[in-house]
């Protein structure tokens, strides 16, 4: 019974922090409709920045897993195709073959983020990724390939970086 007297003070403390804030400090992972499409929620604490043709793009609200093996990195609302055309996101997207610590080459690897502003894509064509001590966090450099609405894609240096 104590316990669920503390449950329920808690709960109502983190209600009306997130009203007074004017927003919610919660985030709900899981499919939703938005922007005349699906995508997919992620949460936690991972963040990531990319340096491409002279731009800087930062994510934040995702999250790092260990999957069958696989170590994957997922940031910002993950679009089902095709992208939702009404929708503004930024979605970012580590997958390596081993959850272990080491260099990491593509095609084994994928490296990609997408951003609807107005319609960008881009991936880690040649280079390499570095999966830090402890998989919490990591950097890629090489050629990115990129492209923006229905332009022809086009290849520029590029790096950047996670952390969970």
Known sequence: MRSAIMLIGLLALALATAT??????????????AGGGKVIVNCGPAKATVRVGGKTYRFSQGLCQ???????????????????????????????????????????VNVSWMINIPGTT?????????LAKGLE???????????????????????????C
């Open 137 to 163: 966090r990591g950097t890629f450099a090489g050629d990115v390939l990129i492209q923006e609405g229905s332009a022809a894609p086009k290849s520029v240096r590029g790096s950047g970086s996670w952390t």
């Open 20 to 33: 007074a804030s004017g927003s919610p400090s919660v985030c709900i992972a899981g499919e939703t409709k």
């Open 122 to 130: 881009a991936h880690l064509d040649r280079g390499t990724v570095k």
């Open 66 to 108: 260990k999957l069958f093996g696989d170590y994957t990195v997922n940031i910002g609302p993950m679009p089902f195709l095709p992208q939702p055309r009404k929708l503004s996101f930024r979605f970012f997207n580590v997958s390596l073959p081993k959850a272990r610590t080491g260099t990491y080459k593509p095609p084994s």
